[in-house]
Each structure stands twice: as C-alpha cells, then as structure tokens.
C-alpha cells in the first residue's frame, strides 16, 4: 500500500480483515490438497506454506480464501461481475512452488503459488494464480494474486467446473495438461486445454484454449462434471437435470459419449470420481431424490462381477460364459440394475456397474466428496492411498461419511458419522468438503454459513469428531456498518435479513492476562460473536446510541424502528473474548436472552426466573424453564459456533418506534445519545420528512417520563424525494441531509445549542447534478463533505458573514472521479496536520484525500492514498466509518459484494 506522504497502511497489516458469507450453489466451495508425491510432514507444511488447508469460496461476486488452521480469510479475489457459481483448484500436480524467499520487503519465509478456477454468473470462466506466504510468525497470509486468464464463450450463466491435471505422456519436459469443462445454463458444454512447464512463468505463458464444444438439449442441461483417467482414456462424468449421469470420452478435439446411468429419480447435483488402490475408479453421483448412487469403473467382465457377486452372497457357481454379446443383458446381482461393457477409443473393454445406494439422507442430496488422495509409506517406499471415505451433503441438515464395513466382505458401505443441525428454523447444506487426512470437513448451509467439523483423535474414533470455530459473514448486501459507542465492536446490517456484531478475539491463545492487540488484525482476527437480530424484512440501517452502552436501533423494509438492549450473558462474553472489563448500567435489569415466538418478529426478553409455555429460543425450538435458560444463557470464553450464534445470541427488543409509511432508508443519532433522525422511501415530500425521535434511555428510570422514550417528537421538512444521508455535528447543533432531490439541507437549534431546542431548517440548495449519497463532518465541524452520484465530493463551509452565518458554499469539489461516490467519511483526528476524508466509491474502490489543517478556502485538495484495488470491494461501498484506537486510525467498511472490511493504518 504505497504512500506519497499522508497516510501509510501497517507493514503487518497489509491485508485488511475481511468477513463475507458463501453462496448458495452447490459448487461454492473447494477444498485445496497437496500433490501426494511431495506430500510434506506436518512441521514442513507449516514452514514451506503448503495450503492444503486452504479452502476457496464463493462469496457474491468474490472468491474468498479461508486458512482453516488459522481460523480466518486471507482475503477476496476480485474480478468477476456477477454471483460467482462454483469454484476449483487446478489439481496439485500442477503446483508451483517457489521456494524461499530471504530479504524480500515482506520477510516472508517461503511463498506457494497455486492455480484456481471460478465460473460464475455473468458467463465468464476466471484463471487465478495464487500467492500464498508464510511470514516469520508462522502465520499464512495472501500476498499478490492475478487473474492470469479470462475464458469467454458461454452465452449464459455457468453451472459448474471441472478441473484436472496430469503429466503429459512421453514428454521429456516434464509438462503438465490441464483440462478444465465448464457448462451453462443454456446447454453447453466446453472442454478447454493447456499445456504447459510447473514453474510460474510457463504458466503465465501458456493459455488455455478451448478444444470441445457441445451443445446439449435443454432437457439435459449440465449440473456438475468430474474427470478421471481410467484404462488409458480420459473420462468426464456430467450429471443432468433429466436424472441421468452421461460418461464421455475425450478424444483428442472431441467428447464421445460412452454410457449413459440411469436410476436418480431427480436432478443429479454431483458427481465425483476416486480411483481407488486396487485399480478400479468408483463414481458417486448425489441427486435430489435423496440418493447417492455409486458406481464401479473396472476392467473386469460383467460376467466376471456377476460371478464374484454370487460367490460371495450365494456361495453358488457363477455363470462363466463371457460372451461380450451377452454381458450387456447380464443385471448387477445387488440392485437389479443393468450394467455396461464400453468399449474404449483404445480398444479396450471397460465396465460400469451399480455398487451401492446410499439411502439416509430425507431431502435432496446436494454435494459428494471423497477424502483426497494422500501418500503411505509401505516398504520404505511412498505410493499412492486413496482412503475410502465419501462425504454426503443434504438439504435435510445432515452430513454423512461412508466408509465400506470392513467387518463384513460383502462390502456394505456404512455412515460412520453423521452431524448437523438440529431443530430451529435452519434451513440445510447447500454443499461441503472433505479436508486433506480425513480428519476434517465442512458443509456451507443456505445462510451462507460455514460448518467445520474435526476429529483430534490419533487412531480412527468415529465418536470423537466435533464441532470446530469457522469463519463466517453475510449472504447478501450489506447496507451499514457502525462501531459500537466505546468503539470496540462493530454491527453491521444486511439484506440478508439479519444484523451481526464482530469483536476481536483478544484472548486467543490464552492471553487473558495479556491480550492481544486488536489493531493486528492478522494476529488478533475479528469474529461474529453475536447475531442480535434475525428479521423477517431485509434490514437497512443500524445506529448506536452513544451514552448507553450495549444498544441499537435498526431499520427495515418493515416500516418499523426496532431498539434492541443487550442481554448480560453477552456483556460478559464480550468481556471474556476482548479481554474488556465491560460497564453496564447495575440499575437496569437485562435479561438473560431472548426468545422469538413462532411466526413472530420480536425478540422477547427472558428474565432470570422466567418459566412457561415452550418458546422459541432464539429461533430455535426450546424450553423455557429454568436449566434451559441458565445453559442457553452461560458466558463464552472464545467466539460461539454457528449452531449458538443461530439460537443463543439474539437481543431482546427494548420497543419499537412506528410513524413512516415506506422502508427505512437513514438513521442518525446525537452525541448525546437523545435524539435520533429518521427517514424513508419517499416520491413525495409529505413523506420526504425527517422525524425526530426521543431516545434517551436516561429518561426511563423515572416513572414520570419513562413514557416519552422512543417517541416522535417533531418533523423536519425540506425535501421533496428520498432524504439518503443524515449527520449530526459533533456539537449537536447542527443536522445534515442529504436527498434523492439532489438538495442538500442544514438544520440548525440555535447558538445556546440546548438539547430541548428544536431544530429549524436554515439551509437549502441544489448541490449536486445526480442523486446525493452521503455526508459526514469534519472532526472539529469547521466543514462537511457530500459525495454523489455526479461523480464528485464537495467541501462546504459556512460564511464568515454575520449576516449570511447560515450560509454555507461549496469551497472545493474533489473529482470528476471514474465512479460514482456512495459514501464518504472524514477521520476522527488530524494525520500529520491535515484532514483526511475517505471516500468510497459505486465500483468498490476506496480512495482518501487530503488537505493541511488552517489552509484558506482556495486550498487544493489533494489525493493521498488509495486502497489497492486488489484489497478493495467488488461492489457498490455502501458505508466507510472510522476509528481512532488508542493513537491507529483503522477504516470500516461495507459494501454490496456482501462483505465487511477493516483497514488499519498509521501515521
């Protein structure tokens, strides 16, 4: 993050804190593995950067990379322009590494380049190289990425990726093919080729080139694809939406189909091939008739499976006539099923029959994967394992690993483990993943949520496997981001209905006594460790209300103003994680939790010593008697699984605040905590208002006015189409809108500046050419900011005349920029003597501009900084707020890419 001579981002710190959720397709995720031939020793993993424990997801239009070991995102690939859809690793035969790297600016002990592919909704099929490095703390970071290639071809949007890797035959170069299918929605099928050497630069050098094209009928339109090479061919499975799984050939420029299985009853979702140690290649498919069907690949006769069927069921002569003509009438003794002899392009005769129905799932079956290869050491020698295990992923909330019984020869396949989510609203696995060494997996739910499960044993206990911390965020655009009034967490609100808070874990590791730093956001990441509200509306905006601590009110498409106070399990868990003695009011009495009714919206505060009906708690089905409330309601020590952040942390409302007709658009509050400024969609001025609402929770401790908290009490107009942006003056005097009109209005309570005094309109005029977004203050109020669509940021300061005092102009216009601006932000301080404002942007850049503190009005101002792009949003920046920690300024923001970030810097 280079600088001129402002401001300067931390040289640890380089890459912000993200947080972003998953989305909902049934390829979103993979998990990265190591070429089994280099297969590296724990210790060695953790000095060379292996990223085995590397997972890539889809998250909006982002490809996030998770370090499951270090418990956090590395950070985002930037580059698509719509959802991203699926998402593979180029196999680990085709890893480059590049060794050490002493003295370099960074100080980073080794880096590993990987290679990852993402298709995505807007018909695009991006290549990435990947840098990942490990610094001399050991910790994995992402260093520079790049976009290497862009496939272009499909006319619609993409369903799905295959990737595979492997030496090409003969070749004294020891070159690498690559072959990648991706597929659409509407019916084609591309194969794409690339030859190239494993070191970095070949790579870059060599491009893929598309090789097959097929256009299937709509009926048939492809849902997922996997490679294998099997009897000296090239195979790809793909499974349709008209219930069939197709095997194709590749050969040379062209697909040739060779079988056709049939048996799902539904869509086929995935597909996956493993090759196991005896030669034979088995093909799970899992399809939304609840079923997943595995097949055997072998070079045996159907005669002689049938053989060893019977054999082995009926201890009974097998017929041996080998007949090829009558192979194909010849059924699988297990299920009935027809099986088939193809012949190869090579001549050679391969055969595909049923081996199993795995039948435990209750819905539809949506991911299939099989533990990665790994490497064993049998008589001095490595080879090649493939462990027999297979994940199930269902939207019935449950996960499964199948194994083969080994007690029994008749080769049973059996669930040795089942999770998953129980009871409450949740809604199922959208997909999932088996890590490296079988010991880990994950399942991704339809909140975009993310599910880790690990077994710490040594030997192979099927009982000891648990939940384990994963990283999570919003599914959707997220409208507002705030610090919380002591600045020590942050709510942010999305469209995915929800609000979610974030704190950093300062006590990881044990470090109660001394915790870590929050501004190192690469040792101390920051978690969800609470989900105060689960709405019905999608949410819009959130405010705290300064002075009393703990507190928030959000706005929705409801219409409705909802305040929220939080429970004290909470503040001692925040107390516990930060490492924080955190203050509240000993006066009031907080509840232990809350509990949402069936079919309802609020959240209902449970006291100590509350029995009754069953409630909801949270929103998952419970009791509400006395031992389910304590073990609901007990303080954590470290950052809650997504199982308790889901039923456990929700706050009970305090009230709600009725008045506007359309949804909530901009929320506001004084210094001071009493008041708050609301509006609303509006295509008239009647309902352009702005209300003013009482919230001084100081009011409630006497009976006498308890009555007038979180209520209306005036209306402010001026506007005549949606007011965007309301601020308040760090003073409280004055209030600061921003509309759809393109005016801008400046509402002023006179010089006394008393808080019982009402605002009056004293300012009015066209400020910009397009839709006004965003305002804020400067930190000493001399001057605000406004940013607008028009593509420019003005400074505007009041007159030095007495007489026109309520005037204020326009000093200086930042930009045209090449993007409009959607939010700004001036930050809380001076940085070396001069002012510094973010301004975020519609095309997710972030940029920050400066001017030196007592400069005239004719001062220029100039650009200081910048984000690099390949750290900034992919989206519309939705908010940016600022923080100053103890002497770090670090930056909040959100965006509509559906994630949140913190950037730390100094001066």
């Not at 392009?345 to 029959?353: C, E, K, L, N």
């Amino acid at each position: 993050f280079a600088t001129n001579n402002r401001i300067t981002m931390l040289s640890r710190s380089s890459t912000p804190w993200v947080s972003v959720g998953c989305n909902r397709s049934a390829h979103a995720l993979a998990w990265s593995n190591w070429n089994w031939r280099s297969q590296p020793e724990a210790k060695e993993r953790s000095e060379t950067g292996a990223a085995a424990d590397l997972v890539a997801f889809a998250a909006g239009k982002l490809v996030a990379l998770w370090d499951v070991d270090g418990q956090r995102l590395l950070g985002t690939l930037r580059g698509h322009k719509d959802s991203v859809v699926g998402v593979a690793w180029v196999d680990p035969d085709a890893e480059c590494f590049a060794g050490s790297r002493n003295g370099d600016e960074a100080g980073d002990a080794a880096v590993r380049y990987r290679q990852l592919v993402s298709v995505g909704a807007d018909a695009i099929c991006a290549v990435w190289r990947v840098e990942v490095r490990v610094d001399h703390a050991g910790r994995r970071v992402l260093g520079d990425y790049k976009q290497i290639e862009t496939l272009k071809g499909h006319k619609s949007a993409m369903t799905g990726v295959a990737v595979h890797a492997h030496d090409v035959a003969g070749d004294k170069d020891g070159r690498v093919e690559t072959l990648m299918a991706t597929a659409s929605s509407d019916g084609a099928l591309r194969v794409w080729r690339r030859v190239s050497g494993r070191e970095v630069e070949a790579i870059a050098k060599n491009a893929f080139e598309q090789s097959v094209e097929v256009q299937l009928p709509t009926r048939q339109i492809a849902q997922c694809m996997d490679w294998v090479e099997f009897a000296g061919a090239v195979l790809l499975a793909v499974g349709h939406v008209d219930n069939r799984v197709r095997v194709f050939e590749l050969v040379r420029n062209e697909l040739r189909q060779v079988v056709v299985l049939e048996g799902h009853e539904n869509w086929v979702r995935d597909v996956s091939f493993c090759t196991t140690d005896g030669g034979d290649v088995m093909l799970a498919s899992g399809s939304q008739d609840s079923h997943v069907r595995l097949w055997r690949l072998t070079t045996a006769t159907l005669s002689q499976l049938s053989r060893r069927n019977v054999e082995q069921k009926d201890d009974q002569a097998a017929d041996e006539d080998e007949d090829e003509e009558e192979d194909e009438l010849l059924l699988s003794a297990s299920y009935g099923q027809r099986g088939h002899s193809v012949q190869l392009t090579s001549g050679d005769r391969i055969s595909m029959v049923l081996d199993a129905v795995l039948a435990a799932h209750d819905e539809r079956v949506m991911c299939c994967s099989w533990q990665p290869v790994e490497a064993r050491r049998r008589g001095g020698q490595v080879e090649r394992h493939q462990p027999m295990a297979l994940l199930s992923v269902g939207t019935d909330k449950t996960m499964f690993v199948w194994r083969p019984d080994e007690s029994d020869m008749s080769e049973i396949w059996i669930n040795y483990v089942r999770v998953g989510l129980v009871g409450g609203h949740q809604l199922g696995y959208y997909g999932g993943a088996m890590g490296p060494g079988g010991k880990r997996f994950i399942g991704y739910s339809f909140s975009g949520s993310m599910h880790l499960w690990q077994n710490d044993s040594d030997a192979n206990d099927h009982s000891a496997w648990r939940p384990a911390l994963a990283v999570s965020g919003h599914f959707g655009p997220v409208r507002d981001a705030v610090w919380d009034s002591s600045r020590q967490y942050i709510l942010t609100t999305s469209k995915d209905q929800t609000t979610r808070l974030f704190a950093p874990w300062r006590t990881k590791g044990g470090s109660a006594e001394k915790p870590l730093p929050d501004t190192d956001t690469v040792a101390c990441p920051w978690y969800e460790i609470a989900r105060p509200q689960i709405h019905g509306y999608d949410l819009n905006r959130v405010v705290t209300i300064p002075q009393q601590p703990h507190g928030f009110i959000s706005g929705a498409d409801e219409k409705v103003l909802r305040v929220f106070d939080a429970p004290l399990p909470f503040i001692q868990s925040l107390s516990n994680i930060t490492g924080r003695a955190e203050q509240h009011n000993s006066d009031t009495r907080r509840a232990l939790l809350a509990s949402v009714p069936e079919l309802g919206l609020s959240n209902k505060a449970v006291m100590a010593g509350d029995a009754g009906p069953a409630i909801t708690t949270g929103i998952a089905v419970g009791r509400s008697d006395e031992a389910h409330v304590e073990q609901s309601s007990a303080p954590l020590t470290e950052p809650p699984l997504e199982e308790h952040l889901f039923t456990n942390t929700v706050w009970p409302e305090v009230d709600k605040m009725y008045g506007h007709g359309y949804e909530i658009l901009a929320l506001a509050t004084t210094h001071d905590g009493r008041l708050l400024a609301s509006t609303s969609v509006a295509k008239q001025a009647k309902h352009a208002q702005i209300r003013v609402w009482n919230v001084d929770h100081r009011l409630l401790d006497d009976e006498k006015t308890k009555d007038e908290v979180y209520r209306e009490l005036y209306q402010l107009p001026a506007h005549t189409l949606s007011v965007t942006g309301l601020a308040f003056s760090h003073n409280d005097r004055f209030l600061l809108a921003t509309s759809r009109d393109r005016h801008i209005a400046v509402f002023d309570r006179g010089v006394d500046n008393e808080a019982s005094s009402r605002y009056e309109l004293k300012f009015r005029t066209k400020a910009h050419g397009r839709i006004v977004w965003d305002c804020a203050w400067a930190h000493d109020d001399l001057f605000f900011v406004t940013g607008s669509r028009d593509k420019t940021v003005k400074v505007w300061k009041p007159s030095d005349s007495r007489e026109d005092r309520h005037k204020w102009s326009a000093v200086a216009t930042l930009g045209p920029f090449k993007s409009a601006v959607t939010a700004v932000s001036a930050a809380p301080r001076l940085v070396r003597s001069h002012y510094v404002v973010a301004v975020g942007f519609e095309n997710g850049k972030i940029e920050f501009w400066s001017v030196p503190s007592g400069a005239g009005d004719d001062a220029k101002w100039q650009l200081a900084n910048a984000i690099p792009v390949k750290m900034c949003h992919g989206d519309v920046v939705k908010r940016v707020r600022w923080r100053d920690a103890d002497g770090t300024l670090q930056l909040l923001s959100c965006s509509d890419d559906h994630s949140v970030r913190l950037f730390t810097f100094t001066d």
